[in-house]
């Protein structure tokens, strides 16, 4: 239900608002409000409409055939969500490039990935030594874990390979651009190709491992041994990669960004450290401290270790929650941040006239201050998230703390708070009073705890108290 949910939101609005753009004007050849892509890419256009047009009709029978019981069959909706992913990766293909080498070369990194997962797989599965005995409960929650990345990925990247940073170009012109083509491509060539392949591998890994999720036959052994792990964390870094190159038009400012990813992961390492080193100094056994053999016997048969493993469980569940609660923060940061980042606010330059370059930053030319506070807001805010995101899957037996994810979350939070009072208005004093309104909500929650916290306290029975 969440994948068709998801891709009936991609591909509509993707259906509505195509690669390369809409024509401004009537002309001979095309009228105003036709998609570009129709005019100078007929079969191209095609290929991506009717292929988008597949997955979302797909998902829309899919999430009927949920709500029935009667059409509620498991092999069934499997052949569904398969055709409704193959019409996703044949659509980016056709949509977010304009010659047949390249989409060649975007459905070849599926293909990839596939053999990459099975050959991992294969040689697993001939080790001696491998848990053939996990629990299954652990099975699923991880593999619902890595669905959700997963989705989160493709619906990221499926918007933004089809309606890259930096717009389209509007009509051609005598210095050499097409319309329909992507003004980021003209203007700076290495960095639309870093974001492209970055953003395409992403997309392809993603779409992959959905496919291999939806096998328990290849999800099972995939995740034991990590291999869908690997892919995952290999999407996530292409998320970042694209980002870096999408989300800015100079070299230094992209090194900018990606040594804010260094610095979270050394901030959170240095926590993760400290948590450790605590933990082991009071772990270290005392002399004086040591149980003696009576005190074990009479806690056993007080019945002290059933209670002992009742608290332990409960705990589990406890931390397990929260790691979920994490990771569903870190996921609609991400996504908020990446788009935004891209598409930054005050929209972009269409034309290289009076000084500015097309798919520039308005923002940028006109207010250099605003714009750097929302983009390194945004840009801290969007790599917290992927580093928590990453910290947080499972991959070994040993988790991480979650004291440290709790403070990059927070950070994550802040990067909102700065980029969105940066972003969403032109004067700083608008901007202050955005930050301002921290306060009254902060005092509301506070006033509130209090009262419900005395009230619960006064209805104590006296007895009790006594």
């Known amino acids: 239900m969440l994948l068709a949910t998801l891709v009936v939101s991609i591909t509509y609005q993707a259906g509505l608002d195509p690669p390369g753009g809409l024509w401004p004007d009537d002309q001979e050849e095309h009228k105003g409000g036709d998609p570009v892509l129709l005019t100078t890419h007929p079969t191209r256009y095609k290929v991506f409409f009717y292929s988008n047009s597949a997955a979302f009709v797909t998902s829309l029978v899919v999430i009927i055939m949920v709500q029935s019981r009667f059409l509620l069959q498991r092999h069934t909706l499997h052949a569904a969500m398969l055709l409704d992913l193959f019409g996703l990766i044949i659509a980016y293909a056709a949509g977010s490039n304009r010659d047949s080498s390249t989409s060649i070369y975007v459905v070849a990194l599926a293909g990839v990935v596939l053999v990459y997962v099975v050959i991992h797989i294969v040689f697993f599965t001939l080790e001696e030594h491998m848990d053939k005995n996990q629990d299954p409960d652990k099975l699923d929650n991880r593999r619902e874990m890595l669905l959700l990345l997963a989705i989160l990925a493709a619906t ?17 012109d005598k210095f050499g651009h097409h319309a329909g083509f992507p003004v980021l491509l003209d203007n700076y060539p290495r960095r639309y190709n870093a974001f492209f392949y970055c953003n395409a591998a992403s997309f392809m890994a993603s779409v992959t491992l959905i496919v291999l999720l939806v ?16 892919c995952m964390v290999m999407g996530m870094f292409g998320l970042m990669g694209a980002y870096a ?82 990771m569903l923060l870190g996921v609609l940061a991400a996504s908020v941040t990446y788009q935004s980042g891209l598409k930054p606010p005050g929209g972009l330059w269409q034309d290289n006239n009076n000084g500015h370059i097309a798919g520039d930053s308005i923002l940028r030319d006109i207010a250099k201050g605003r714009y750097r506070a929302f983009f390194y807001s945004n840009s801290t ?31 994550d939070m802040l990067g909102l708070l700065g980029a ?22 902060l005092a509301y929650i506070a006033a509130y705890a209090a009262v419900s916290f005395f009230s619960k306290k006064g209805s104590v029975p006296k007895e009790i108290l006594h």
């Not at 096998?215 to 690997?230: D, E, H, S």
């Open 156 to 172: 990221l990247t499926y918007q933004a390979g089809l309606t890259p940073p930096g717009g389209f170009w509007s009509a051609d």
């Open 215 to 230: 096998n328990p036959t290849l999800y099972k052994p995939g995740i034991r041994c990590y291999a869908l792990y690997v």
């Open 245 to 326: 190159a999408g989300s800015s038009r100079h070299v230094r400012t992209s090194i900018y960004v990606l040594t804010l990813v260094a610095a979270v992961f050394a901030f959170v390492t240095f926590q993760v450290l400290i948590f450790w080193i605590r933990n082991w100094r009071k772990g270290q056994p005392k002399e004086e401290d040591s149980p003696k053999e009576e005190d074990l016997d009479l806690n056993v048969m007080g019945g002290d270790m059933g209670t002992e493993e009742k608290g332990t469980e409960d705990k589990g569940t406890e931390e397990k929650d929260l790691r979920e609660y994490l």
């Open 381 to 411: 805010s969007f790599m917290a998230s992927i580093v928590v995101i990453v910290l947080l899957l499972p991959v070994n037996k040993h988790k991480f703390p979650l004291w440290p994810m709790h403070t990059a979350i927070l950070l």
């Open 420 to 441: 969105y009072a940066a972003g969403s208005t032109r004067e700083w004093e608008m901007s202050r009073n955005v930050i301002a309104l921290v306060v009254p909500v």
